[in-house]
């Protein structure tokens, strides 16, 4: 799970993970559409094509794990903006994609070669979850930028918040298990390369 204010470089830290993840299939739903110069990818989905696009994968996600198909390499699945998302949807279909998103964290790492989920927004909100248990599926949380307190206990329950200031392209990094983090985008000296290397990752066929 990722957050940032706007202006903090989530964008830019979304943009590099993507390049650093190898060896499996990358779908990258984008609400607000900030990332739609890969509108063109195979993988890339955005605005009001989301409800349906997350239903076809996840009906996919449902026949490997009964094992009615196979799974070439890992998912992951790119969520960006999706308490927007929720928010912008009616109750019904807000609803279900929660329920969606709670299968998919709860029993993802565990179905065949994998379906990892990385859901991404400003602020992480109680709304975007079923319940707080599904939170606790998410073994990575991250943090890009400045925050207020409500915004860090509402990602790091019982985490102590640090006392000093995150400018652009700083944060902080929790992974399952271990001792917070803090983190550095690294900075992009080719970002041609970057935007190719970005366009191939969304570019495998997983369905």
């Known amino acids: 799970m990722c957050s940032g204010s706007s202006g903090s470089g989530k964008t830019y830290f979304l943009q590099y993970a993507i390049t650093q993840l190898q060896d499996c299939n990358i779908i990258l739903m984008d609400f607000k559409q900030e990332f739609r110069q890969f509108d063109s990818c195979r993988n890339y989905v955005g605005g009001d094509d989301i409800p349906d696009a997350l239903e076809n994968y996840y009906n996919y996600f449902q026949r490997v794990?009964?094992?009615e198909e196979e799974q070439e390499k890992q998912c992951i699945l790119i969520i960006d903006e999706i308490a927007a998302l929720?928010?912008?949807?009616?109750?019904?279909?807000?609803?279900?994609i929660r329920n969606i998103l709670q299968s998919l964290l709860c029993l993802g790492r565990s179905v065949n070669k994998g379906f990892g989920t990385w859901l991404c927004c400003q602020t992480m909100h109680?709304?975007?979850?079923?319940?707080?248990?599904?939170?606790?599926?998410?073994?990575?949380q991250v943090r890009i930028?400045?925050?207020?307190?409500?915004?860090?206990?509402?990602?790091?329950?019982?985490?102590?918040?640090?006392?000093?200031?995150?400018d652009r392209g700083q944060g902080c990094i929790l992974c399952d298990g271990k001792?917070?983090?803090?983190?550095?985008?690294?900075?992009?000296?080719?970002?041609?390369?970057?935007?190719?290397?970005?366009s191939d990752r969304l570019n495998g066929i997983w369905n």
């Not at 109680?126 to 990575?140: K, L, P, T, Y």
């Not at 400045?146 to 102590?160: I, K, L, N, S």
């Not at 690294?186 to 970002?191: F, M, R, V, Y």
Request: aromatic letters at 10%; proline letters at 6%; charged letters at 30%.
């Open 179 to 198: 001792p917070l983090q803090l983190l550095l985008v690294p900075k992009i000296n080719n970002p041609e390369r970057m935007y190719e290397i970005i």
């Open 126 to 140: 109680a709304s975007i979850f079923v319940n707080s248990s599904v939170r606790e599926n998410a073994m990575i």
């Open 65 to 67: 794990r009964k094992h």
């Open 145 to 166: 930028g400045d925050f207020t307190t409500v915004a860090w206990d509402m990602q790091f329950a019982g985490v102590e918040k640090p006392s000093r200031r995150f």
């Open 86 to 96: 929720l928010m912008y949807l009616d109750k019904k279909r807000a609803d279900r």
